[in-house]
């Protein structure tokens, strides 16, 4: 029903900024939350950040804030995650993910996930 592309990944120097894309298609968009996550080898899928289409509620993990920002373009159905002064320790898959349930923090709590994009932070 609802499909999910991320884009924008790649090779960064720490310090530097990237800005990730989540493309999203399907019926009804708007009654799904938006959230980002990611997973480094050997670690557990970890909530990054999420919104609402509408821009009213968002939400980060202590991890990035201040540093990440997420938004979204409601005229392109795309949602990204502008991340900077990006340190090692943010080198991971990155993937975009829609839920309809409250709790936005929660794997659980989503229906629909892409197939991520790799950033690597290293000099």
């Known amino acids: 029903q609802v499909q999910l592309v991320e884009s924008g990944g790649g090779l960064v120097q720490p310090g530097g900024s990237l800005r990730l894309s989540c493309a999203a298609s399907?019926?009804?968009?708007?009654?799904?939350?938006m959230g980002w996550f990611r997973q480094a080898p050997g670690k557990e899928r970890e909530f990054v950040a999420a919104?609402?289409?509408?821009?009213?509620?968002?939400y980060g993990a202590d991890s990035v804030k201040g540093r990440f920002t997420i938004s979204r373009d409601n005229t392109k159905n795309t949602v990204y995650l502008q991340m900077n002064n990006l340190k090692p320790e943010d080198t991971a898959v990155y993937y975009c993910?829609?839920?309809?349930?409250?709790?936005?923090?929660?794997?659980?709590?989503?229906?629909?996930w892409g197939q991520g994009t790799q950033v690597t932070v290293s000099s």
């Open positions: 919104t609402t289409w509408s821009g009213g509620s968002t």
């Open positions: 993910a829609a839920a309809k349930r409250v709790g936005v923090t929660r794997r659980e709590n989503y229906d629909y």
């Open positions: 399907g019926r009804t968009l708007s009654i799904y939350r």
